[in-house]
């Protein structure tokens, strides 16, 4: 006879798989405890201790869970009294073990209530056997706790963990307000040392050396072409050719070179090759004893030079035509006072021989935009007033990612599923 839509003999099955379930628990909540206290205890005297001790312990809790298992061993559709036990157990202990690491490190106070305590020992041990039980509403309703649980856990634990950004900055010891960043049309971005680089995309990302060179060292006498490369600031060449005793001709890798030879002396001037042989020729040829007592110079159109013992090196007297000369960089740095001119009541703009600044305040600290002799005054405001302090996820796009964690703990997989569910 029915009673409800349901027989008596199932009413008393699902009591028995419920009281099965909660004699599981309550195994757990006493035997987790004690296990590990019993361990802990056993580690001061070796591993010997342990591994006899833990071997003990494991039987007991086998032989207890079996006992529980036979409350309703018809209500899981594990086979078997002892297979159920190690299940249970196995399963039980490293959900336990998991939700008190978890529920510590997040610090839920859990290791420090002894009412919690216990709870937290009830519900992995429980959970686990509620999800063995044959019936599918009741294994499924238990399912449900298991991952309401874990959610709750591992978001309380997500919430403890700083953010991604933060966790970047701490690596690269760097805060927030050390990045500005701004855009520019035509330009790409770069970052480098918490200074971002931005430079003209159609530039030539490894352009010629602009600098000429003079080297000079003692004539050693030997025949043209036969030179000592490191006489000639290490120019290595495919070629030679003399032009004349005396002067002869060297091309090498993207650069060349003339040696001039006169009594008692040897220069060698180097440049790239996008400076035409004609206008070294021309160069090398009035290589002469400088001003200050042991130097030497030469006449190079377009290009003043520094002479020191052994080399004279030969700058381009149109800064615009240096490398970077088109680049822009943004920086922040303490709040200076200078002279300069007020565009504005928060940009400032100065102008050097070989760049320009425009600054902005940033709190009590202020950024930066550091232009090259060549750009436009127009783009470089532009910049300036585009530059802000870098958001969150322009942070995340600067800095380098986090290294890959190390070790072989457990909690490295969970914290890194708290932050994919809750970061």
């Not at 290791?111 to 020992?121: C, E, F, R």
């Not at 918490?194 to 030997?222: A, C, E, K």
């Amino acid at each position: 006879m029915e009673t409800g839509g349901s027989t008596a003999p199932e009413r008393r099955g699902t009591g028995a798989a419920l009281a099965q379930v909660g004699l599981a628990g309550v195994c757990g909540a006493v035997l987790g405890p004690v296990a590990s206290g019993v361990l802990l205890a056993a580690a001061f005297a070796g591993q010997g201790a342990v591994l006899a001790v833990g071997a003990v312990l494991a039987a007991v809790v086998v032989a207890v869970l079996v006992g529980v298992a036979s409350i309703a061993p018809g209500e899981s559709w594990v086979r078997g009294r002892v297979l159920w036990a190690l299940l249970v157990a196995v399963l039980g202990f490293t959900l336990w073990g998991f939700g008190w690491a978890i529920s510590d490190e997040a610090g839920l106070g859990i290791s420090g209530d002894t009412g919690a305590w216990l709870v937290s020992g009830v519900v992995p041990f429980a959970v686990v056997a509620g999800m063995l039980l044959r019936s599918r509403a009741l294994a499924i309703g238990f399912a449900v706790v298991f991952v309401a649980t874990g959610g709750i856990l591992l978001h309380a634990l997500a919430r403890t963990m700083p953010p991604e950004v933060d966790q970047r900055l701490a690596v690269a010891s760097a805060q927030r307000l050390d990045f500005a960043v701004t855009d520019v049309p035509g330009y790409r971005s770069g970052f480098d040392s918490r200074v971002q680089q931005l430079m003209p995309v159609d530039t030539d990302p490894n352009p010629p050396d602009p600098f000429i060179v003079l080297y000079d060292s003692d004539n050693p006498g030997s025949a043209d072409c036969d030179y000592d490369p490191v006489t000639a600031g290490g120019f290595y060449s495919q070629s030679c050719e003399v032009e004349r005793p005396g002067l002869f001709y060297l091309r090498g890798w993207g650069t060349h070179a003339y040696v001039l030879r006169v009594p008692g002396k040897q220069f060698t001037l180097t440049a790239a090759t996008t400076h035409d042989r004609a206008f070294l020729r021309g160069a090398i040829l009035t290589a002469r004893e400088s001003s200050a007592p042991g130097t030497y110079t030469a006449t190079v159109p377009g290009y003043s030079g520094a002479a020191t013992p052994g080399h004279n090196v030969f700058t381009p007297d149109d800064p615009s035509t240096l490398p970077g000369a088109r680049n822009i960089t943004v920086s922040v740095r303490d709040a200076h006072t200078c002279t300069c001119e007020f565009e504005s009541r928060d940009l400032r703009y100065r102008r050097f021989p070989d760049h320009q600044e425009y600054t902005k305040p940033a709190g009590a600290r202020e950024i930066l935009v550091w232009g090259g002799p060549a750009v436009d005054r127009d783009l470089l405001r532009t910049a300036a007033r585009n530059a802000h302090p870098a958001t969150d996820d322009e942070l995340l796009d600067l800095l380098p990612p986090l290294p890959p964690a190390h070790g072989h703990s457990p909690m490295i997989p969970v914290r890194k599923l708290a932050t994919a569910l809750f970061g």
